[in-house]
């Protein structure tokens, strides 16, 4: 894991990079997210880091919230995960939006599940597409897996698989929100140290900075 | 240990604590609570560990992350704390398969190794509430043993 440890500490321009290419990601996600609902997205980016896989959790706050999650590999180029989470809440005004009818069920259900999937599946693409245009890299995404469940233990599975094969991962954390329509959403993507030396070699290849 | 009623454990971390201090951990979902306990001295920890085994392990410096290091680390503590390996009392949660169509069996891995691991320490399991499909938050209450688990559509229950 040496690649790890050398990662330990970027520099504050290479967290600089790293927020403006989540901003990237965010926003083509947020356009997506405009078409489907015709509503204005706001984004915002919480942050970059690069640590220990156990610590993750300590950054993004960990909790018993129930919330409709879907996770996707990211596959080719770059390897890691992306992660979509809506509160119980935003289904069902999603949901309404998207079909065009309330059908009075508070829970979530099958439809509005799949059709959170749908959505997730949509915005995690757009994100991806973005970065790949961005880096010149060729990023697929896998199909989503979804479930409703606490937040801290659909992050904690994630998490889990993901150290199986690594001890350290970049965070993305980004969300986004339409205020009238009271739908929160919020993106984590997770990326394996080798997929962050990559995504820096590109970033100071497209970018060639002055030796100091 | 500070003097508060209630000890958050993170992810791949620990707690130890007497009576009347609770211990909570948030999101179980494939990974393994253990909870050891002892009646007599009321003195009880929780672990929250990730993965099955530690000899699999690139990094070995956080025995507390696998189950199987996890669970020695906490019966080593609390005999430090003055308990008795032979009143130790164990009970496990979680090990769930949180996405249906995926077939990492993590969790599963993490319960096995667990049962094998305190068989090994000749620590009895007295409860369990493992596998199915859905997250679960535990806490430990020192005053009694008794753990309490939260999910979203399954209720709560003590075990």
Known sequence: MEEGKNLKNLREYEYGALRELENIGIGNSATSLYKLTNNLVQTRVLGAKFELIENIPKITGISEFPVLGSFMHIEKDLSGYILIFFPEKSVKNLSIILSGEDRGIDSVDTISRSLIEEVSHILAGTYVTALSTFLGLNILISTPYTVYDMFGSILNSVLTEMSCKTDFALLLDAEFLIKEEKIYGNVLTLFDPASLEYILKRIDEIFPRKSA | ?159
Do not use: Q, W
């Not at chain 2, 560990?49 to 503590?77: Q, V």
């Open chain 2, 1 to 159: 240990m500070t003097d508060s009623k209630l000890i958050i454990v993170g992810i791949g971390a620990y707690a130890l604590a007497r009576s009347p201090v609770k211990i909570k951990t948030y999101g179980l979902g494939s990974c393994v609570g253990i909870a050891l306990y002892d009646r007599r001295e009321r003195i009880g920890g929780l672990v929250h560990a990730m993965l099955p085994s530690i000899s699999n392990a690139r990094i070995k410096e956080n025995p507390l992350k696998y189950t199987d290091s996890g669970i020695e680390y906490l019966a080593g503590e609390i005999v430090k704390k003055g308990s008795s390996r032979k009143r130790l009392e164990a009970k496990l949660v979680g090990g769930a398969h949180m996405f249906e169509n995926r077939n990492m069996n993590i969790g599963e891995r993490n319960i096995e190794l667990a049962r094998k691991t305190l068989e090994r320490l000749e620590i009895s399991i007295v409860a369990e509430d493992t596998g199915k499909n859905y997250g679960r938050t535990v806490t430990l209450d020192t005053s009694t043993g008794d753990l309490l688990i939260r999910t979203i559509l399954r209720g709560d229950k003590i075990i």
